[in-house]
Structures are given as C-alpha cells and as structure tokens.
C-alpha cells in the first residue's frame, strides 16, 4: 500500500510540471494525426495498421454495424491494461489510461475524415510518416496509448518472449488477415505502411541527428585522445582493460559524437594510429556537454541549494 501511494505521489508531482502537460499536448496531437490517417487514409484504402490498432481494424471490419471504432479500441485495451498494472508504475498506468482515452476520442472526432488521396502507394508512404513521426515524438516524452507495448512487456517479463516475436506475429496475421478479407495488393500496401511508419516512428523518437558512441583501442591512446579534444572538440572517456589475446593492460577511449564527425575521426585515426582497433556503434538520446541539456529534455533546472546538497 505505501508503494502505490508513493507511485500515486510521483503521479500527482507530475501533474504540476509543464513537462508532463507538453508530452500530453504532443500526445493529443500524435493520437489526432493518427486518428486522421485511420478515417481519412486506412479505412478507405483498406489497409491495416500494426499493432493493437490494426487488430482494432481486423475486427471493425465485420462488426462496424454494432460497435464503433473509439470503443472497441478500449475494449481491447481494458484486458491488456488488467494484465500490465502488476508490471508498470501507476504513473505509467495513469498515463496510459489518458493516452488511450484521448486516442479514443481522436477517433470519434475524425470519423468521416477525408484525405484527398486516390494513389494508394502515395497513401500508404503520406499516411505513414504523418502518423509515424507524431507517435515518435509522444513517446520520446513518455507518453503512451496502452497497447500491445504493455503486453508484450508482460510476456517478455514472464515468459522469456521476446518483444519483437510478439510484434512480429501480430503484425503478420494482421497482413495476412488484410490479403484474405481483401486481396494481396491491400495487404502489400499494408506492410508498406507498417514499414514507413516504423521507420518515421524511429527517427521521431530520436530525431535525425544521429548520434554514434565509438570505443578506440589503440597503442598511442593519448596522441589519439588529442585529435578528438582538439580537432573534434568532443570530450572522452578512458576504460581501463586488459588484453584478451595479447594480454597486458590498455587503455580503451569512449567517445560520442555525431554522423558528420565520424568520418573526420576516422581520417585522425588513420594519420595517428592505422592499427587502431575502432568500434561504432549508433546512440539514440545522448544528455550532456555539447548534446542536449537536461532543461532542453523538458527537465526543470535544479537550483543551485539543489547542486549544492548533492555535491
């Protein structure tokens, strides 16, 4: 009991931050985009969508005359969310509530949505980045609609299942649901889709500058290290390991910089130490000096008493 009323506190702080309300502005604006593009582009075409929204579309289909789409939308999300609340923050849960509550109104609100769009290639390719990138943005902020994301949680938690197997399967009966009820072209449409959207989805999540973390083992670490503090003007960090062949202690540098810098360092790299051993790898949401602060992430500013009883 005092969990829940700990996490029903941090709920209820929240409430009082403007980054709290910013993410459900966005939130209502990614369930109204995507509302628009299920009425204006997915219905008429014939398309699915992934997910619990593209199940919502499999069933609306031969029920449509007895219930409409904003409430079967809850239907199926009130057992997914009887089954997560065990597994998520009430916080988490609250917010998920709201976010379903206002994807279900988006929906009643749109109903009868016309997008003048006839070519369904350019339907599929429109409608995928318009909702792909308003669903990324909410859910870099936090914000979330319920869904199959908290299912998939609770499998992967219990059942070892991987998130992605779920995903997977769902949106293959949802394609192939969609070729038998209409034809293969629809179903094909569908999955291009899914594909655009996923992808416009990803990069609203962690936008288009992207960011690489570069681990560097090389025999001159520190004339390595002054190329990327004097010529890149990024800041590094030193690991200290041991050879696994070779044996002997090393000293392996981190580092992140962004996609345009990495071809720089590689030049460095090359003039400095050819044998170098370099490793990239891609970053999603980097907070820090030279990056974005935590003010830019929607954080309040901590008061100088704050940084101070810390340190």
Known sequence: MNQIQEELQEFFVALRTWKYWYMLFMLAVGCF????VVHGILIP????????????LFFYDSISDYVSLSVLIVLLNIPILFVGYREFSVKYMLTSIIGM????VSLKLTEGAYIPLEDPMI?????????GFTTGFYLRLGGS?????????VLKKRLEIPIGYLFNAINFIIITGNAILYDLESALFTGIFMYVFSWCMQKGLIGFSQRKSVFIISSRPEAVAEKILQKLDRGFTYFHASGGYAG??????YTVINLLELGRLKEYLFETDPDAFIAVQDTGDV???RFLT????????RKKKDTEVQS
């Not at 002997?248 to 540098?253: A, H, N, P, Y």
């Open 248 to 253: 002997g202690e090393k000293r392996v540098i």
């Open 45 to 56: 075409q014939h398309f699915f969508a992934g997910g619990l929204t593209g199940l919502t």
């Open 33 to 36: 985009s995507f509302s628009l």
């Open 294 to 301: 935590w003010e830019e992430e929607g954080y309040r500013a």
């Open 123 to 131: 339907s599929a390719i429109f409608g995928g980045v318009l909702a």
């Open 101 to 104: 509550s206002i994807y279900s």
């Open 287 to 289: 907070i820090g000096s």
């Open 145 to 153: 609609v319920g869904g199959l994301d908290i299912l998939g949680t």
